[in-house]
T-cell receptor
Framework: DQQVKQNSPSLSVQEGRISILNCDYT??????FLWYKKYPAEGPTFLIS?????DKNEDGRFTVFLNKSAKHLSLHIVPSQPGDSAVYFC?????????????FGQGTILTVHP | EAGVTQFPSHSVIEKGQTVTLRCDPI?????LYWYRRVMGKEIKFLLH????????ESGMPNNRFLAERTGGTYSTLKVQPAELEDSGVYFC???????????????FGEGSRLTVL
């Protein structure tokens, strides 16, 4: 039973355009949602997070939107750069003492073409 | 400051053999986690240490896996005996005491790739 799903295995965009990565979840008890970025042969790196009590969080070129009624979140990257090419993982946690117990999606490979 | 380091980066063993993976967390981080990614699928939680104590080991697949964190510093994950389905990338992550952040931000190592033939 996969509680966090990323239905798009890959996404290709042109440099300068917007990248939109999507994620769906099933458990309404999740407290925080996160995006991690992963380059080949490296570990995941934290990118941005959002609390379940908010619907938007912005950090520079990265914005995460949360739609609790639809159990859906998305990551917007504007403008996209070739260096953004990586695997992006959506993750969720129940927070509290279990905040580090993350439930990950399968990842979306983002390719940004120059 | 050094990040999370893992050793070995890649291990190739035969079915039935034993492998021990090591993780050195960021100095001062009380929380240490093991995760695993199998065959390009999602990254799955294995267990969580707070200092030397196991806080949550609900993700450990079976009793062939043994994790330790003696002294609350580095941790080892032993697989004995290894099976074909144990192949994957094992990630270690650490974080400071929970009052620092409760948003799920973890610092991951580069992972140890295990191939069981």
């Amino acid at each position: 039973d996969q509680q966090v799903k990323q239905n798009s295995p890959s996404l290709s965009v042109q440099e300068g355009r917007i990248s939109i990565l999507n994620c769906d979840y099933t458990n309404s008890m999740f407290d925080y949602f996160l995006w991690y970025k992963k380059y080949p042969a490296e570990g995941p790196t934290f990118l941005i997070s959002i609390s379940s009590i908010k619907d938007k969080n912005e950090d520079g070129r990265f914005t995460v939107f949360l739609n609790k009624s639809a159990k859906h979140l998305s990551l917007h990257i504007v403008p996209s750069q070739p260096g953004d090419s990586a695997v992006y993982f959506c993750a969720a946690t129940f927070g509290g003492t279990s905040y580090g117990k993350l439930t990950f999606g399968q990842g979306t490979i983002l390719t940004v073409h120059p | 400051e050094a990040g999370v380091t893992q050793f070995p980066s890649h291990s190739v063993i035969e079915k039935g053999q034993t492998v021990t993976l090591r993780c050195d967390p960021i100095s001062g981080h009380d929380n240490l986690y093991w995760y695993r990614r199998v065959m390009g699928k999602e990254i799955k939680f294995l267990l969580h240490f707070v200092k030397e104590s196991k806080q949550d080991e609900s993700g450990m697949p079976n009793n062939r896996f043994l994790a330790e964190r003696t002294g609350g510093t580095y941790s080892t994950l032993k697989v004995q005996p290894a099976e074909l389905e144990d192949s994957g990338v094992y990630f270690c992550a650490s974080s400071p005491h929970r009052t620092y952040s409760n948003t799920g931000e973890l610092f991951f190592g580069e992972g140890s790739r295990l191939t069981v033939l």
